[in-house]
């Protein structure tokens, strides 16, 4: 039986309070009323998976436009073309105009960013199917210069079933390593991005997720270093891409070694026979 303190595991695996996550669907309806009926915007990310960490103070929500259909990978030809600066436009108009917060709108290269007490990242979208609430859907780079197809419902679905099949213990080790990640690597995931995190769980086997969740983090970071460590693939939660080939060599490198600090700490803390030396290596791997 691990002496670890449990303050220190159940901090790592909360997420979001009621409040907050209150707050946020209340951010995201109030932007639809905004957008209003040429829009369908729903979550995406973090909230919507409930994989966030408790001081998460961000959100994605995705704004299709309706009828809208992408150029490159929708079978539908449309009668007028729509610019995907327009598309962008449209959305930071109405978002500027609104008073009922005090927020500062930008576009960066995939979204809107609206910052304020709150944040969110408003992600235009448009068709390819007549089903605008089926994936997959289509974003845009500014920076690459092209339409990308994602598939937010099914990284959703997909999360839900990994939940289900290890006992609900799924999401809780997502935002365990979550949290490792931001307390080594900073928050601004220079070095592994949390879609990144969550898809690097995704693959470890149900067999390894248990109620006990030091022993979890031990045996779901053993995987994942020898995933990485064999192979140049490994597949997004929704599947539809693989995350090493966007993720620097040198980035991948450096979470490589962290993480195999980190575990061998975790495993001395779990091994430990005193509070003390258990509380001492759980905080050096989680540099709390």
């Not at 220190?8 to 009323?33: C, F, R």
């Not at 307390?183 to 690097?200: I, K, P, Q, R």
Request: proline residues 3%; hydrophobic residues 35%; aromatic residues 10%.
């Amino acid at each position: 039986m691990s002496v670890i303190p449990r303050e220190l595991i159940d901090s790592l695996t909360h997420g979001p309070s009621a409040s907050k996550t209150t707050q946020v669907a209340n951010m995201q309806n109030y932007i639809q009323e905004l957008l209003g009926s040429t829009h369908h915007t729903f979550l995406q990310g973090s909230y919507k998976n409930d994989t966030a960490i408790s001081d998460i103070n961000d959100v994605d929500i995705v704004a299709v436009r309706l009828r809208t259909y992408s150029g490159t990978y929708s079978p539908i030809h449309a009668t007028n073309t729509v610019f995907w600066d327009q598309i962008f436009s449209e959305i930071e108009t109405k978002l500027r105009n609104q008073s009922r917060y005090t927020w500062n709108v930008t576009r960066g290269d995939k979204c809107v960013c609206v910052r304020g007490a709150f944040n969110a990242d408003v992600v235009p979208a448009v068709q390819v199917g007549e089903d605008h609430l089926i994936d997959p859907i289509v974003i845009y780079s500014f920076q690459d210069q092209r339409e990308k197809l994602n598939l937010p419902r099914t990284h959703y679905k997909n999360g839900v079933e990994k939940h289900q099949a290890t006992d609900e213990n799924y999401k809780p080790t997502v935002r365990m390593f979550k949290n490792w990640a931001r307390n080594h690597f900073g928050e601004d995931n220079s070095v592994v991005s949390s879609y990144n995190v969550e898809s690097l769980v995704h693959g470890v086997a149900d067999s390894d997720f248990y109620d006990d969740r030091a022993a979890t983090f031990i045996l779901a970071g053993r995987s994942i270093l020898v995933k990485l460590a064999a192979s140049n693939s490994i597949p997004s939660v929704c599947g539809g891409e693989n995350i090493c080939a966007n993720w620097n060599q040198g980035d991948r490198n450096q979470f490589h070694i962290q993480l195999t600090e980190s575990v061998e700490h975790a495993l001395r803390a779990y091994r430990a026979t005193t509070m003390r030396e258990a509380e001492q290596n759980w905080r050096a791997a989680f540099n709390l």
